[in-house]
């Protein structure tokens, strides 16, 4: 079963204005990537990881879609649903107009592609992620108090059916932190609905995510938090060949770590000891 969280074009994309940062992105995709490579297949989220720090994901889709309605790149959409299913999630294949035998590497893109994402996987990635986090944030004194939080300090959230992933304390003061070890970006309804409930339950916002688009990065400043980028997914143990294939196949930012590395906590400890208590 493929998860549904793992869209590749989500909704929100769809109704932001054309940006001209778009015809920047088609003009390095044409001569960096296609031009450079005409004998590869390349699939949607690959092409925005490789260029998310140059372009917002939604950019780079956007750019292929229109590279592709004109005519300068070949594609194909291709479900990731069960056969007979039609709805669901969907995934894109593009390839310079000179690949002639580009069936082949489509197939096997395809197939590794429902590999990883496959909904008993991600679900293990995500819960993952947040038990690296559990042992990590601990090393720099930040203490667990709490997890799938919706009440806290006695005020409870009642608007959604949300819940912050985990709260922790340190220096007196208390974080609401979210966990998001995944490839694509935070959906922004969700982002913008955990900084209400922080705000709601007095609680700090911190966000752990792989990556985040700076619009982002700054909605969480503004609301006096933080947000730490730790760039690379990260696999669950025993899964180091499988992220190996993943990153040399795809050129995706995926690893299979041990541990969080020390500097990565250190950049969260730093910023919230300036807020502390002294």
């Not at 939604?58 to 309605?69: D, G, M, N």
């Not at 995500?126 to 300090?153: I, K, N, Y």
């Amino acid at each position: 079963m493929i998860d549904e969280e793992y869209l590749e074009y989500p909704e929100e994309w769809e109704d932001r204005p054309r940006d001209t940062k778009i015809d920047e992105a088609k003009a390095e995709l044409l001569d960096e990537l296609f031009a450079k490579q005409p004998e590869e297949v390349f699939y949607a989220r690959q092409v925005e990881v490789m260029y998310e720090r140059r372009f917002f994901h939604w950019i780079t889709a956007k750019a292929l879609r229109e590279l592709h309605a004109e005519g300068r790149i070949r594609g194909q959409e291709r479900s990731l649903s069960p056969v007979g299913v039609t709805s669901g999630v969907r995934m894109h294949l593009y390839w310079s107009p000179k690949n002639r035998y580009w069936k082949r590497q489509a197939n096997e893109i395809e197939a590794l592609v429902r590999r990883f994402s496959d909904s008993r996987f991600t679900s293990a990635i995500g819960q993952h992620g947040e038990a690296m986090f559990d042992a990590a944030l601990p090393t720099a004194g930040f203490l667990p108090s709490g997890r799938a939080v919706r009440e806290f300090g006695g005020r409870q959230w009642v608007a959604t059916r949300h819940d912050l992933d985990r709260v922790f304390g340190r220096g007196g003061r208390n974080y609401g932190v979210e966990i998001k070890n995944t490839l694509q970006y935070i959906v922004k309804e969700e982002l913008e609905i955990k900084l209400k409930m922080c705000a709601h339950l007095g609680l700090v916002p911190v966000f752990i995510v792989r990556m985040a688009p700076a619009n982002y990065i700054e909605m969480v400043r503004v609301a006096g938090g933080f947000t730490l980028v730790f760039e690379h997914q990260l696999y669950p143990y025993g899964y180091g060949e499988f992220a190996k294939e993943v990153r040399e196949r795809l050129g995706m930012k995926v690893d299979c770590p041990r541990a969080i590395a020390a500097g990565t906590i250190e950049r969260v400890s730093k910023w919230a000891k300036k807020g502390e208590k002294p």
